[in-house]
């Protein structure tokens, strides 16, 4: 894969306005953890209502089970190229750099 990774962090901020304050320090994270995996992305904040009308490029329909069972607890919610990689909470940038380079690797195929 030749272009840069794509991370989305899907946020309920819209709806609970107090979750805020942990998607500024999600995003935080996100960049320091890119920063240690030497990994260039494009990065998108997508609120839950712009998700849920089709104006995002996330796919809801692997969020849905999770959501069904844990309600808004399952937010923030990263997808990485497009894939459902982490939900509830604000992890650690030691998580988020596994993920990344996770992803990283993931796109060699050996």
């Not at 994270?29 to 995996?37: G, Q, Y």
């Not at 089709?54 to 849905?64: A, C, E, Q, T």
């Not at 509830?88 to 030691?94: C, K, N, Q, W």
């Not at 990344?100 to 050996?110: D, L, N, Q």
């Amino acid at each position: 894969m030749n272009g840069k990774m794509r991370i989305t962090l899907l946020s309920l901020a819209c709806c609970l306005p107090a979750s805020a304050a942990s998607d500024q320090k999600y995003m935080e994270r996100i960049n320091t953890a890119l920063a240690k995996a030497s990994v260039e992305a494009t990065i998108d904040k997508v609120s839950g209502l712009d998700a849920a009308f089709g104006m995002s490029n996330v796919d809801l329909s692997k969020l849905v089970p999770l959501y069904d069972k844990y309600g808004t607890s399952v937010a923030p919610v990263l997808f990485v190229n497009g894939e459902l990689a982490l939900y509830g909470g604000v992890p650690t940038v030691e998580k988020l750099t596994e993920v990344i380079e996770k992803a990283k690797g993931g796109s060699k195929k050996g």
